[in-house]
């Protein structure tokens, strides 16, 4: 039964602190649902908000940090996820009004057992920002990205890529999206621009994604442009079989099948591997599906060519995943280097002679690309790498190395358009 006397807009504060509370424990973020939120408005701007908080993540760090001088009290439930959220209302989203973002904020820690002994102190705080709000919001933007990884991404893409991180960050991620048929009508129908061969990209984004047209038909699926590279660059023989590893959810399996080859898709997770069905179901598209440990897969015969999206730091998703690049650490990414070269190992054991691999991650990271490839070449001496050529992405000519590997990050952009892309590294091999 809904609580009568429940201040209006305190469900949607408590909603959005709970979930800001898990990403900042370190889980992914996904929006909040129906389940969560049922008013749509309601879950729209609680969305917003957690969206925003985690996007200012490093300019909130800082506000904190010079509002509580003795720091974040210890074991204080709820107390900095609301405090996060008000912050943010309070300096970066002020057309959201300064009396709701204090006045929610003391009841939201009032309603914790664990914060409501410091409802006085989150009203004595967010006055305080509430005064030097403006301050607050001009602080320097080179704050929004974590030190240890920014200072790595200087190195590696130069000063000039880096300015554009932080836009890259606050401005978000177009919708992207990889078409089935090659209709030109298509690009109008929906509202877009291609950008890149056969994607399209999205500017608005004021749909859910099954309510754009043609969903339903299946004629085109959701993949960001800088994903769209790696099965792109798959050179194996017309109509070989190709083995797509750790393939969920299906985006890479879908431009194999499209671009005329027999696939096998695996992948672990039977969740993520249902989904897959699902979409190539979609699609109108067939393909092999296998449920196993891509380590230890062993085929009964080997393959033209095996595509491997491994999993990685995910740092160059970070338009879409702010939380990623807080949540990371050094040892996160020297795990997954670890377990790449597992992977990488096992996907050469299932090539056939001449048979092509693809290896791809969605990392920022050169410990997972560019120094895996230095890796492959010292250790696996059966794979040469096989260069990709300029001209085999026209419309992104930049991200090709001087190495013939490929290279994007979010201040590339594709084509004429905007928005940048995700950071992806692609290398290509042939088995000798």
Same mark, same amino acid.
């Given at each position: ?12 504060? +408590?909603?959005? $602190?709970?979930?800001? @509370? %898990? ?5 992914? =973020?996904?929006? &909040?649902?129906? !389940?969560? #939120? ?82 006085? +102190?989150?009203? $004595?705080?967010?006055? @305080? %920002? ?5 301050? =607050?919001?001009? &602080?320097?933007? !080179?704050? #929004? ?85 790696? $099965?792109?660059?798959?050179? %194996? ?196």
């Amino acid at each position: 039964m809904t609580d009568k006397t429940e201040p209006a807009g305190l469900r949607l504060r +408590l909603a959005a $602190a709970k979930r800001l @509370r %898990a990403v900042l424990a370190g889980e992914n =973020f996904s929006p &909040l649902a129906t !389940a969560d #939120l049922a008013d749509g408005r309601d879950r729209a701007l609680a969305n917003r908000l957690i969206t925003t908080a985690l996007r200012r993540h490093g300019q909130l760090n800082v506000t904190i940090a010079e509002l509580l001088e003795k720091g974040l009290p210890p074991r204080s439930g709820s107390f900095e996820a609301v405090l996060r959220l008000s912050l943010t209302q309070l300096v970066f989203l002020p057309d959201l009004g300064a009396h709701s973002a204090l006045f929610l904020a003391v009841e939201a820690t009032k309603r914790d057992p664990k914060s409501r002994h410091l409802s006085g +102190l989150m009203n $004595a705080v967010l006055r @305080r %920002a509430q005064a030097n709000s403006a301050r =607050f919001g001009m &602080l320097d933007d !080179a704050l #929004l990205l974590p030190m240890p990884f920014a200072d790595t991404w200087r190195q590696a893409y130069g000063d000039a890529a880096l300015m554009d991180f932080p836009r890259a960050l606050l401005e978000g991620a177009p919708l992207d999206l990889t078409l089935r048929d090659d209709d030109p009508g298509l690009a109008e129908a929906l509202g877009g621009e291609l950008v890149m061969a056969d994607t399209l990209r999205l500017e608005q984004r004021d749909r859910p994604v099954d309510a754009l047209p043609f969903y339903n038909e299946g004629r085109w699926w959701v993949q960001d442009a800088a994903a769209a590279i790696p $099965a792109r660059l798959m050179t %194996a023989r017309a109509g070989g079989r190709i083995l797509d590893l750790c393939a969920a959810p299906g985006g890479k399996t879908a431009q194999l099948v499209k671009a005329g080859y027999r696939v096998t898709a695996l992948d672990s997770d039977a969740a993520r591997m249902a989904r897959l069905e699902q979409n190539l179901d979609r699609l109108g598209y067939q393909a092999e599906t296998v449920i196993a440990d891509a380590i230890g897969f062993t085929p009964d015969r080997p393959f033209d060519g095996v595509l491997l999206d491994a999993p990685c730091s995910a740092t160059g998703t970070f338009r879409r995943h702010p939380e990623v690049i807080w949540n990371r650490t050094a040892a996160d990414v020297a795990g997954r280097v670890r377990l790449q070269r597992a992977l990488i190992t096992n996907a050469y054991r299932c090539l056939e002679a001449g048979g092509i691999l693809i290896y791809c991650v969605c990392s920022l990271e050169p410990a997972e690309g560019e120094e895996q490839l230095d890796w492959v070449l010292k250790t696996l001496p059966g794979l040469e790498f096989l260069p990709v050529a300029q001209s085999e992405l026209p419309d992104l000519a930049a991200a090709v190395t001087d190495r013939g590997a490929v290279r994007t990050h979010p201040g590339l952009t594709p084509g004429e358009g905007a928005g940048g892309m995700d950071g992806f590294f692609v290398a290509r091999f042939r088995r000798r």
